[in-house]
T-cell receptor, first 112, second 115 residues
Framework: EDKVVQSPLSLVVHEGDTVTLNCSYE??????LLWYKQEKKAPTFLFML????IEKKSGRLSSILDKKELFSILNITATQTGDSAVYLC????????????FGKGTLLTVNP | ETGVTQTPRHLVMGMTNKKSLKCEQH?????MYWYKQSAKKPLELMFV???????ENNSVPSRFSPECPNSSHLFLHLHTLQPEDSALYLC??????????????FGPGTRLTVL
């Protein structure tokens, strides 16, 4: 059975802190790993990772994938209150038909 | 075969046409999803239905109109589309959306080309 595990499940930090969110996975026929940010509506796409060791960066957010150790991390530097959200990791796997398995998410709260 | 079927598999339509995409799941699930996948881009969630009720509309233009008559069937009605709407449209289902972490099973997709 495919599994995606995120840690920590929740995290409270102060503005300006740097956070690292973790996502580990066990799937058959891995295709890609996706990071989403979810506030009150549908998830907003952040990154798609398919290759090991290549950092994806967008502003204060960055992410990297390790396909040997089967995990990914999402880093947020200089956090702001607007970064408060649930961060979801999802893994796309499968052959001719996709399967998308989400982790439970990490609830990040950034206090002023 | 994941138990989720989509028809048609390929569709070419003009900008003034009206067409519908159909999705059917045989898994006894209660949540169904429409995603759009454009070339070299990740999946974009469009709509979510949970127990036949639309629970999410991810700011999708009104030229896309979903319909969920029962938990097994989901339609996406298309009208006056634009060429940039050309993409792979994927349907997925999961046990229910209350537990977002449920695994979603995808159909094979409909490859849509808008001329």
């Amino acid at each position: 059975e495919d599994k995606v595990v995120q840690s920590p499940l929740s995290l409270v930090v102060h503005e300006g802190d740097t956070v690292t969110l973790n996502c580990s996975y066990e799937v058959t026929n891995f295709r890609s790993l996706l990071w989403y940010k979810q506030e009150k509506k549908a998830p907003t796409f952040l990154f798609m990772l398919t290759s090991s060791g290549i950092e994806k960066k967008s502003g204060r957010l960055s992410s990297i994938l390790d396909k040997k150790e089967l995990f990914s991390i999402l880093n947020i530097t200089a956090t702001q209150t607007g970064d408060s959200a649930v961060y979801l990791c999802a893994v796309v796997s499968g052959g001719s038909n996709y399967k998308l398995t989400f982790g439970k998410g990490t609830l990040l709260t950034v206090n002023p | 075969e994941t138990g989720v079927t989509q028809t048609p598999r390929h569709l070419v339509m003009g900008m003034t046409n009206k067409k519908s995409l159909k999705c059917e799941q045989h898994l006894g699930h209660n949540a169904m999803y429409w995603y759009k996948q454009s070339a070299k881009k990740p999946l974009e969630l469009m709509f979510v239905y949970n127990f036949k009720e639309q629970t999410e509309n991810n700011s999708v233009p009104s030229r896309f109109s979903p319909e969920c008559p029962n938990s097994s069937h989901l339609f996406l009605h298309l009208h006056t589309l634009q060429p940039e709407d050309s993409a792979l449209y994927l349907c997925a289902s999961s046990q229910d959306q209350t537990h977002r972490t449920d695994t979603q099973y995808f159909g094979p997709g409909t490859r849509l080309t808008v001329l």
